[in-house]
């Protein structure tokens, strides 16, 4: 069938979400339009001052339409301890944590050689002025647990220790309620090796 | 830990090291493999970000057991297992095997099998596991694989038929292969160096450096004009040093 030339455009805006396909695509179109008017022009006004005004704090990269994020502005925090994350949705779910008070920056990705990402396209340069800024004395580094998180957090290791700054790297080991059998060989290996007192 | 042992004695399925994994639509990963009878191949690991065991499973520098479906273009990742656990590589190490897989992945064109550098690169990988020292690691790869792809020239005679000498001196023409030259060439080696050369002595620090140069060199023409990331990482971490 013929559909509307905007209901068409609404489908075909939708299907820009990740794992949103034709179908899926469709029954949004057709929830916003028949059932729920005030949603759907709630959704295109955050849309679009999202989209006109979010763009990165200008000391941690974070997501905000504000100059500096409130988080790097909280006098509570801090200010001695830089969490290195690569993505926002890591920042969160550390702050979800509750465990952290220091500051973060955000690398918006990790160094990936042979997809051509370097230390110059993951603008490592910045982070540098911070660090000799001279107010941090440790760097956490909370890349992930991959080959490309380890890189990263090598190079960034290297360019704390010319600085004399301390660096750290998140522990690694059994996750809480973890059945040993189940953890994979490289985790337990991590685990015993990084074992503590009690 | 996983059923490795119960199925490399199977028919089916080959053994492989990833060279390269990015994400590929919402769930999958495009892989390059490299597998020690049949050379490099396009793999796609359907659903392998959302599942966790493969995931983890899934890892460059380990030796593992692929079994890959379809002949075409890309194959079908059909299962994998881990042939042994490797420890993982770390800090410099990591990046040289970086680098390996770059020089594969520029070098090596798909589907041409190379069972003798897939042994090279598995002594390779497993020898930055441990070593203290990367560069003649890196070295002897790079050598195997001017052998192996057919770049390289006879180690130990110079173009005009004659034995290397120590005391002499030499340049490595591209195309000519290796020519007698003046010490005051400005790239003259000696021939101490092409003879540690061809006999994989590449810790003497007298000659590293030129054999350095020399196999960069072999190498350049085929490289292309991009720069290798890999080396500039290894150079910003050399540097800070």
Redesign the interface.
Known sequence: MQLSPMVNELMEALRRL??VGPKSAQRLALHLLQRDRDGARRLARALDAAAERVGHCTQCRTLTEELVCSLCRNPQRDRSQLCVVEWPQDQWSLENSGAYRGLYYLLMGR?S???????RELGLDKLEVRLNSGEITEVILATSST?EG??TA??LS??C??RGIAATRLAQGVPMGGELEFV???TL?RALNDRRAI | MTASSRSTGQATGEVGFILHARPWRDTSLLLEVLLRDSGRRGVVARGARSNVKQRGRLQLFRPLWLDLAGRGELAQLRAVEEMRILPPLQGRALICGYYLNELLMRLLPRDDAHPALFDEYTRAIEALVSATKEAPVLRGFEKALLEQLGWAPDWNMSEDGQPIEAGRFYRMDTEQGIMPCLPHDPEAVAGLSLLHLAEQNFDTAASARDIRLLLHRLLAPHLGSKPLQSRELLKLSFAVK
């Open positions: 990740p794992g160094l050689p042979l997809d051509g990402i370097g230390p080959i380890e890189t090598h190079v290297e360019m220790r010319v994979d060989g490289g290996a």
